[in-house]
T-cell receptor
Framework: AQSVAQPEDQVNVAEGNPLTVKCTYS??????LFWYVQYPNRGLQFLLKYITGDNLVKGSYGFEAEFNKSQTSFHLKKPSALVSDSALYFC????????????FGQGTELSVKP | DSGVTQTPKHLITATGQRVTLRCSPR?????VYWYQQSLDQGLQFLIQYYNGEERAKGNILERFSAQQFPDLHSELNLSSLELGDSALYFCASSVLGQDSGNTIYFGEGSWLTVV
């Protein structure tokens, strides 16, 4: 069965420092992996995705993610965090033979302090 | 703006009542997904439709039902509401309804509070 794990409920970073939000996955076949962000009282916004090709994927708002097949990970990164990056981040995997639905991790709360 | 429109944005209703949540997918998208987000359950997939047909079913209660109409908009019906049904309900859409790299875009959600 497909699954996603985000091992950290919360990540705290100082503004200007690099940030990493971790995600590991379990999937049969080639994974389609996604990151979404949810700001307070808002919907889920698509950040980036890995389909195939280059292991380093660039997305919106300066975020990028690194796909690592051997470690079954898809960590979200940003070289320099902003206070406005504070939000809830979700990693997701496309389900195999399940109509294309997304299976989400439990979410990681990112807090960036000035 | 994702292009997925959900109404109403907020809804307060009493236990035992029935409500209908409405979703208009992005232009050109044939697949619609419904998710429930609550503090204790996280983001739970409820049901998916593709071009009017049910494609996949998740943890959707028997009191809940959904449909996708010929114009591709979708409705999620929640009946005999309980306090535990209070949650944020998301609609999402994508072009395809199968395993692929195409992106699923989410609406802003409908906040349901059952009192």
């Amino acid at each position: 069965a497909q699954s996603v794990a985000q091992p950290e409920d919360q990540v705290n970073v100082a503004e200007g420092n690099p940030l990493t939000v971790k995600c590991t996955y379990s999937v049969s076949g080639n994974p389609y992996l996604f990151w979404y962000v949810q700001y307070p009282n808002r919907g889920l916004q698509f950040l980036l995705k890995y389909i195939t090709g280059d292991n380093l994927v660039k997305g919106s708002y300066g975020f990028e993610a690194e796909f690592n097949k051997s470690q079954t990970s898809f960590h979200l990164k940003k070289p320099s965090a902003l206070v406005s990056d504070s939000a809830l981040y979700f990693c997701a995997v496309r389900g195999l033979n399940q109509g294309g639905k997304l299976i989400f991790g439990q979410g990681t709360e990112l807090s960036v302090k000035p | 703006d994702s292009g997925v429109t959900q109404t109403p944005k907020h809804l307060i209703t009493a236990t035992g009542q029935r409500v209908t949540l409405r979703c208009s997918p992005r232009s050109g998208d044939l697949s619609v997904y419904w998710y429930q987000q609550s503090l204790d359950q996280g983001l739970q997939f409820l049901i998916q439709y593709y071009n009017g047909e049910e494609r996949a079913k998740g943890n959707i209660l028997e009191r809940f039902s959904a449909q996708q109409f010929p114009d591709l908009h979708s409705e999620l019906n929640l009946s005999s509401l309980e306090l535990g049904d209070s949650a944020l309900y998301f609609c999402a859409s994508s072009v395809l309804g199968q395993d692929s790299g195409n992106t699923i875009y989410f609406g802003e959600g409908s906040w349901l509070t059952v009192v």
